[in-house]
């Protein structure tokens, strides 16, 4: 079983930056491949960033590109999402997630265990 609880949400002005970090209980985290989701109010849920059990890979989603960056430090058991020049549209609760496989996943269903969420308000 593995523990993740998100931090770093909050109310931020446009065109200003976050840090969202992800911390996971257990002593496998280096081998799980880790994601970032989001869902803004009233939409699905939608992948954001991957990145491979050693961090030496990474993924984002297309529209994400640029703005998102996907990091870990598994001496930390911590991934990290730094978003910057952040837009209204950002505003969304953002879940850190675990997959058993070590790899890339941008499907919900790739993942097997999930935070409870940070909120990210953006104003304008």
């Known amino acids: 079983q593995v523990q993740l609880v998100e931090s770093g949400g909050g109310l931020v002005q446009a065109g200003g930056s976050l840090r969202l970090s992800c911390a996971a209980s257990?002593?496998?985290?280096?081998?799980?491949?880790m994601g970032w989701f989001r869902q803004a109010p009233g939409k699905e849920r939608e992948f954001v960033a991957a990145i491979n059990r050693s961090g030496g890979s990474t993924s984002y989603a297309d529209s994400m590109k640029g703005r998102f960056t996907i990091s870990r430090d598994n001496a930390k058991n911590t991934v990290y999402l730094q978003i910057d020049n952040l837009k209204p549209e950002d505003t969304a609760v953002y879940y850190c997630?675990?997959?058993?496989?070590?790899?890339?996943?941008?499907?919900?269903?790739?993942?097997?265990?999930w935070g409870q969420g940070t909120q990210v308000t953006v104003s304008s």
């Open positions: 997630a675990a997959g058993l496989r070590g790899g890339l996943g941008s499907y919900e269903r790739w993942y097997a265990y």
């Open positions: 257990g002593r496998t985290f280096s081998s799980y491949g």
